[in-house]
């Protein structure tokens, strides 16, 4: 089995010679008449450039294939091997990578686990983000809740930043939550899913992730790139963390925004992720308020969807896109909203409501026009953040 | 105490808004007045936009200041704070970040532990890589560190592309190497630091980090870029790990090498792992083989001293540079060479002397023009390499 890597080059970079220096440089290296006895060994470790060609603006293409007995399975030492010293070496962007279909892991849930565990089938699920970020008590935390799990809401997350902190610790926050999801639970036989955020140096983030599910929590969520991949298939890989886990795509951009340099998006947040055993992604939406390439998220949602991986577009969803979302999504999809629940003009909860309004509208093929929605949380919605 | 974040926007982005965006944006967010009974602690997490101005080619600099109780005294929650989400919002580029003297963590070791190990004070320490990288066995990297051990080398390391492959398994190097090591302590009194690379996922790799250690390794090496800070940062916490850590910073481009995204090489490179516990930082000489900015190069070496860690300039490093090397770094920095070692026209242990030869005719203030070297080691470097 191999690796394959597509790079691309600005017109002024000689492919060859780049293409060249990758896989050599960024395998066994070259070797003298002394390693003679050792020839075939070394061979089997080169990669070998595969196919150069030139697109219409002049930009150099070129797919280089790498034995998979250069690596160990995983996204860490593949990211190394790929792109690790030659990141340094000017100006290429890593544009594809195809990995055979066994390389790393597959998501423990995925979208048919999470549907499951919701007894939620035919439509796309709803997901909310406490907001304000930081500032509010674990109490604050499960009065939220109650509002938009009453409402009917799906998911619930943490916001990315919300680390441990003294004025809401991580285990407050779960145990003031799991209560009212508990009651919800009782009242409804509803499952609501929350992504408690796990942070922390490596082994302590994986001490706390054990704990957190001992402790009742149902779902994690991972800011993937800055604790790093390693840390995600960690957990992924852990039997005792039976629960999904949500990828947030923080410093994303770090790696992926340049247009000549680092990695697409769609490497990074899609192929990367759909091998590295979570269970769902979450990524801006091109119709959000982050600049973002339709083709790129298109890629995205089909690399996470080809492994079972639900895609979470994000960032700018509120009830007005739901039409937009479904005709791009189709049903297999976590709409996920911070403001755009939260900030309802009458209240979380409504946020919610407005939603599932939408998802009935859009099922049921009726218009989003302002004159022709009742009065209610889509039409406040509506109002606010138009369609 | 606070930490102050520099960002930097092309001239047609509006620095005013966009840093309003990431003082609100990337702390508390915003709230309503169903919240105003958490006013004083919502605005505890808020950032402060602490001065705009624009440089001579139109360039706009922004110096927001952020609360140090939204994070974790950890550099995963640090990047998610300073450039999570906000890393997906468009051009900027974060190229100076100001910590508390407590943030993080100090070296075990550093320039002075490691010194006090090898027991030598008074020069550049010398350090080489094994070569090839990959498709040795772990008897020839033994053959290859006789060489060069014998010849008074101070550390080695492995390719930072070398995992724990079939071929030559990570304990087994050690384990081959670690003869040889005990026979030159025991035939010269000299210890020889073996940096051996700890790969796998997260909680296998500090697993492995802490076998390793106990099984003899003298010093590891991690590609802190590709697994993560989350996982230096544990292993440098780890009481068991009672070892030099050496970083690579292997993706440092994909992060670094943008003008307009991402952050800067000395943001990463230099103050990151400054505050991370590492002890030994590799990183790309600007007159070596891979292109990088003199100034960059200098924040880096300034950045890892102020804290005690050892700056390792690396890439295209031969006996050639070591009059320019030390006449830019002085006595306290480690000269790391791969094929400036491994590829000499005799032998790995004539690379090692000709650094030494090189080292004392500095010393003695002696001319590197080829006709006033004798005869040996160094001449032959110079007569592959120049100088």
Known sequence: MTIEVDYRFPPDIDPHKQAKIIAVGQTAGTWDAKWSHREDTLRQHLAEVIEIKTDEGG???????????????????????????????????????????????????????????????????????????????????????????????????????????????????LEACRQVLEAIKQQTGRTVLYAVNVTGKADKLIEKARLLVKEGANALLLNVLTYGFSVLEALAADPDINVPIFAHPAFAGAMCASPDTGLSYSVILGRFMAHGGVDAVLYPAHYGNLPFDPQEEKKIRDSLRSRNVFPVPSAGIHPGIVPKAIADYGDDVILNAGTGIMDHPNNPGAGVKAFFEALERVKTGQSFTLDTVPEGALKQALQKWGN
Chains 1, 2 share one sequence.
Do not use: C
């Open 59 to 173: 930009y150099h293409l070129a797919k280089i294939r790498f034995p998979e007995i250069n690596v160990e399975n995983d996204l860490a030492s593949l990211l190394t091997m790929i792109f690790g010293k030659y990141s340094m070496a000017g100006a290429a962007k890593v544009i594809g990578v195809h990995l055979p279909e066994s390389y790393g892991q597959r998501p423990k849930f995925g979208i048919t686990g999470i549907r499951k565990i919701l007894n939620v089938y035919d439509r796309p699920l709803i997901m909310a983000i406490f907001k304000p970020a930081l500032g509010l008590s674990a109490a604050d935390h499960a009065v939220i809740l109650k509002q938009v799990a009453d409402a009917g809401l799906d998911i619930i997350k943490d916001d990315e930043i919300l680390g441990d902190l003294e004025t809401a610790p991580t285990l407050k926050r």
